[in-house]
């Protein structure tokens, strides 16, 4: 390998670092920022700090689930929508959710019974519902919701 090119591997690898060190993002969201450098070169350095470790989508869903979970009021849904316009692979999220579908349902269910708290004094029952429908909550967090309003 020349020196030139260990150079345009290092000032890449350090362009990159800085953007994930920033934020972390995801395989792709890196591919899109840099797409217009070198593909071979950004497709080595990108294995590179994959192998590193710098680079991990599990990684990033698992915190993004844990930021979500603490911060936000989203379906299942709405949280693979977000992870899959990032760039997370289908596959990826289908496994992550399957292996904490139970964590995930109770967290969904929280999130449904926060959004009806909020709206409750100023909406009817009916329209909340649409609202969680909207945004895509489970029929069953949304029965168990109704369950609990009707007791």
């Given amino acids: 390998m020349d020196l030139e090119r260990l150079e345009r591997i290092d000032k890449l690898k350090t362009k990159i ?32 700090l994959k192998e590193l470790g710098y680079i991990n989508d599990n990684e990033y869903i698992n915190r993004y689930m844990h930021e979500a979970i603490s911060l936000k009021n989203l379906s299942i849904f709405e949280i693979k929508y977000k992870l899959y316009s990032k760039g997370i692979s289908e596959n990826m999220l289908e496994d992550y959710i399957s292996e904490n579908r139970e964590m995930l349902e109770d967290y969904e269910l929280l999130s449904a019974r926060n959004i009806v708290n909020k709206r409750k004094k100023d909406n009817e029952l009916d329209d909340i519902i649409i609202y969680l429908r909207k945004k895509r909550y489970t029929q069953d967090t949304i029965s168990k919701i109704l ?5």
Avoid: G, Q
């Avoid at 217009?36 to 990108?46: C, F, Q, S």
């Avoid at 369950?147 to 007791?151: G, Q, S, V, W």
């Fill in 17 to 48: 670092l800085k953007y994930i060190f920033y934020k972390k993002r995801t395989e792709k969201e890196v591919i899109e920022k840099f797409k217009n450098e070198d593909n071979d070169i950004l497709d080595e350095t990108i294995e590179n």
């Fill in 147 to 151: 369950d609990e309003e009707n007791d």
